[in-house]
């Protein structure tokens, strides 16, 4: 009997990341990362290699991940994860005070858990484009990743943490 599920491919744009923007008195809101032009995910995988006296090849074996997102946009006006991350970038900001929560959210599979992590705001390069005023950098780990359950009351433009 042929498998009656049929594959569906998942559009990027229905991938969608949550940026933490904190507020003056300490409470994050999660806004959707809009209008990025690049948003590109790296595991960046660990290796030890050895090799052993009796054999004639090496070993490697993946120990831990260092992942990160390197990102680039066109500045906008009024999005608020924009103008923290233009605030970071200008200020000069380290340490803790770059430090953003994202959250990663498949919006095809409405029942799917979303991811959680910590990163590290690493500002590259701004200006480079002629045309329109740009920003580029890294998003680096800086702690676990957790699953947690969100919630919309905006078709996606903010989401709620609901475990907390």
């Known amino acids: 009997m042929p498998n009656s599920t049929k594959p569906e491919i998942v559009a990027r ?4 990341a949550f940026y933490g923007v904190p507020s003056d008195s300490g409470t994050l809101t999660f806004h959707r990362m809009e209008k990025f032009t690049q948003f590109s995910h790296s595991k960046n995988p660990i290796e030890y290699s050895r ?6 090849f090496q070993q490697t074996d993946v120990v831990g ?4 997102y390197d990102y680039a946009f066109d500045k906008h006006k009024n999005l608020a994860v924009q103008n923290d991350i233009i ?10 005070d770059a430090v ?23 500002p590259s390069s701004e200006g480079d484009n002629i045309n ?3 920003y580029s950098g890294s998003l ?4 676990d990743k957790s699953a947690v359950t969100v919630s919309t009351t905006d ?8 475990d907390g």
């Open 100 to 122: 953003r929560t994202i959250i990663i959210v498949d919006t095809s599979d409405p029942s799917a858990t979303a991811f959680m992590r910590n990163y590290a705001v690493i």
């Open 51 to 56: 090799q052993y006296v009796d054999e004639p």
């Open 65 to 68: 991940f260092s992942p990160s």
């Open 13 to 16: 744009h229905r991938i969608l």
């Open 155 to 162: 078709n996606y433009q903010t989401i709620t943490v609901a």
């Open 132 to 134: 329109i005023y740009t």
């Open 87 to 96: 605030k970071i970038t200008d200020g000069e900001f380290i340490g803790d």
């Open 140 to 143: 680096k780990a800086k702690g």
